[in-house]
């Protein structure tokens, strides 16, 4: 993405603040942000009323422009939800905070997952910014909901008893393409050891999901 480009200078005036907005040109590849919606009204010729639409339903228009308020404060920063292979995008919002309320997304999960690059529920991926090459998922709000519900109650229930359970792939630190996909934490564990190398447990559970290097492996947990 290029860096932003600052929109018209706002007319002066009297009444209560405008809202900024950002807006994402996926032709062009760029962003521009504007001191009112009525300022990127006249600017793009998008009528006012489509801009404020697409806001709040944080729908794409005409498969070409993406909106988004620019809000302060940690709530305000946008997030996109997608499958796997960012494939998909199921939602986009210009407020992080509307994924818990609308979706009981609580905060820290997202953040771990966008930190750690996993995915949640073993299925979606968060990101902050656009991919350019996704399908838009046309599902309302209510549906989401409910799907991602029912994902909840099928992870919850083929959830690892433990950590020790959990899948893990062990990357080659100097060669990344080579890759082994262990079943589970003991089992890289063991894997380590018939290599003839010390593993720790708990030094092993330290450098999961973390850039930190053990015995020529990055860890990640699938």
């Known amino acids: 993405m290029s860096e932003a480009k600052k929109g018209r200078q706002k007319q002066e005036g009297s009444g209560r603040p405008s809202q900024q907005i950002s807006v994402f040109d996926k032709k062009k ?8 919606i009525s300022e990127a009204s006249r600017a793009l010729d998008i009528p006012n009323s489509s801009i404020r639409l697409n806001l709040k339903t ?23 939800m997608y499958n796997r292979d960012m494939s998909i995008l199921y939602y986009y919002t210009s407020e992080q905070i509307n994924f818990i309320t609308k979706f009981s997304v609580h905060h820290t999960t997202f953040t771990k997952h966008l ?3 996993t995915y949640y529920l073993g299925k979606y991926k968060f990101l902050r910014e656009p991919v ?43 060669n ?3 890759t082994i996909e262990c079943e589970s934490l003991g089992k890289a564990i063991e894997f380590l050891k018939k290599k003839g190398l010390p593993a720790s447990k708990s030094v092993f559970v330290k450098r999961l999901n973390t850039n930190q290097a053990y015995h020529g492996y990055y860890f990640k947990t699938l």
């Open 176 to 178: 990344s393409e080579i």
């Open 132 to 174: 350019l090459t996704a399908k838009v998922k046309d599902m309302s709000d209510t549906d989401l909901a409910i799907m991602l519900e029912k994902d909840r109650i099928k992870y919850n229930k083929n959830k690892p008893e433990n950590s020790l359970s959990k899948a893990v792939l062990l990357i080659d630190v100097n």
């Open 29 to 36: 590849n760029e962003t521009t942000i504007y001191d009112s």
């Open 115 to 117: 930190n750690n690059g």
């Open 58 to 80: 944080a729908t794409i228009y005409k498969d070409r422009y993406i909106f988004k308020k620019i809000l302060c404060g940690y709530n305000g920063l946008p997030l996109f």
